[in-house]
Every structure is written in structure tokens, then in C-alpha cells.
């Protein structure tokens, strides 16, 4: 069965700090892999995708991709509270296999 | 513009009732999705609907049926629904299915309350 394993969490780290969410993957096949990030009672929301191995930077976040050792990351630098959610890994097969989500709380 | 929109955003119905939720999205986008996500659990799939065909999840109970009226429109119609269908459901679309790597744009979603 395919899965996407994340550490559930919470992750806490104060404001200003570097927050890194972690992620691995069972299906070898998986090609493109993404960051979503969801408030309490709202939709995810992408942050990053990533389809090659190596670092692919935006702002703030990173995200990072090693398919030998099939495991993607996402850090977050100078972290805000307004960034405390859930983050959500997903890896695409045939469809979106999604992790069960890390929830980040950062605190002032 | 990524944006997906669907209608309502709230839904209270009783185990008898029939409703239907609405998903639209104007990016020109070829695959729709319906996702069903339970408090603190990851979205989980319920059907894709891509260049005009219509793949379901067999977990999936009949008492949930996808009806996609054109290209930006997906509707999912509900009928005798349980209490443990209660969930936020999800409206997604890529510019084309996901199994080519395309991004999934999720709308706001309709929060489900069965009674």
C-alpha cells in the first residue's frame, strides 16, 4: 500500500526560528511532491511542489527532495505564529497521497 | 487565478434528505476531485473526474453520486446520508490528473452536518 508518513506533532518552535517538517514515502514511483498547509476548519492550501531532487526555495520555505532515501522536507525560516497549522505532505502516483499531517505551533 | 469555488459553505441535512454540493472552477482545468476530510485525518479521495470520465473510489457508499454538467462544474449529490458521513468536503482541480505530476487546487470546501 502507498504511504506518505509524517510525525504528527506538535512541532513547537518559537517565532523567528527555523521550523523543519519532515516526510517519507513507500512508492518509489511517486514523481511530484507537495506542501499543503491547513488552518482549523479551512482547505489546504499549497505552499510548495517539488518534482526534482535538491532544494527548491520560496520566501521563507524550502522545500526539499531525496528519492534515494525517499524522503521530501520543508523548512521554514524566521517562523510566525500565522504560520501554526497543519502541514501537509502528499506524494503523486496515479493520484495525491497525502501524510497525515504535522501541526506546527510557533510561538511569540 | 487558482481559485475553486464551492457552494455552501455550511450544510446541516437529516438522514433523509437529498443535497447536493457545488464545485466550479474557472482556470481551464481538465481534472476535478471530491475529497471527504474527517476532523484531524488527512483528505481522502472520493472520485476524479478527468477529460470526461469518471473514476471512483470503491470505498465510496452509493448514497454519494458525482455529476459533472461541463468542463468547470462538478457537482456531488447526496441521499440518505449517515451521521458518520459528517466531514468537510473538498473540491480539487488540476490542469490535468494528478498521475502527471499536475498540482491540485483545493477549494474552501463545505462543512457537513448529518442529524
Known amino acids: 500500500q502507498k504511504e506518505v508518513e509524517q510525525n504528527s506533532g506538535p512541532l513547537s518552535v518559537p517565532e523567528g526560528a527555523i521550523a523543519s517538517l519532515n516526510c517519507t514515502y513507500s512508492?518509489?514511483?511517486?514523481?511530484?511532491f507537495f506542501w499543503y498547509r491547513q488552518y482549523s476548519g479551512k482547505s489546504p492550501e499549497l505552499i510548495m511542489s517539488i518534482y526534482s531532487n535538491g532544494d527548491k526555495e520560496d520566501g521563507r520555505f524550502t522545500a526539499q527532495l531525496n528519492k534515494a532515501s525517499q524522503y521530501v522536507s520543508l523548512l521554514i525560516r524566521d517562523s510566525q505564529p500565522s504560520d501554526s497549522a497543519t502541514y501537509l505532505c502528499?506524494?503523486?502516483?496515479?493520484?495525491?497521497?497525502f501524510g497525515t499531517g504535522t501541526r506546527l505551533q510557533v510561538f511569540p | 487565478d487558482t481559485e475553486v469555488t464551492q457552494t455552501p459553505k455550511h450544510l446541516v441535512m437529516g438522514m433523509t434528505n437529498k443535497k447536493s454540493l457545488k464545485c466550479e472552477q474557472h482556470m481551464g482545468h481538465r481534472a476535478m476531485y471530491w475529497y471527504k476530510q474527517k476532523a484531524k485525518k488527512p483528505p481522502e479521495l472520493m472520485f476524479v473526474?478527468?477529460?470526461?470520465?469518471?473514476?471512483i473510489n470503491e470505498s465510496v457508499p452509493s448514497r454519494f453520486s458525482p455529476e459533472c454538467p461541463n468542463s468547470s462544474l462538478l457537482n456531488l449529490h447526496l441521499h440518505a446520508l449517515q451521521p458518520e458521513d459528517s466531514a468537510l468536503y473538498l473540491c480539487?482541480?488540476?490542469?490535468?490528473?494528478?498521475?502527471?505530476?499536475?498540482?491540485?487546487?483545493f477549494g474552501p470546501g463545505t462543512r457537513l452536518l448529518v442529524l
Open positions: 480539487a482541480s488540476s490542469q490535468v490528473p494528478t498521475g502527471g505530476g499536475e498540482t491540485q487546487y
Open positions: 502528499a506524494a503523486g502516483t496515479d493520484k495525491l497521497i
Open positions: 512508492d518509489r514511483v511517486s514523481q511530484s
Open positions: 473526474y478527468s477529460y470526461e470520465k469518471l473514476s
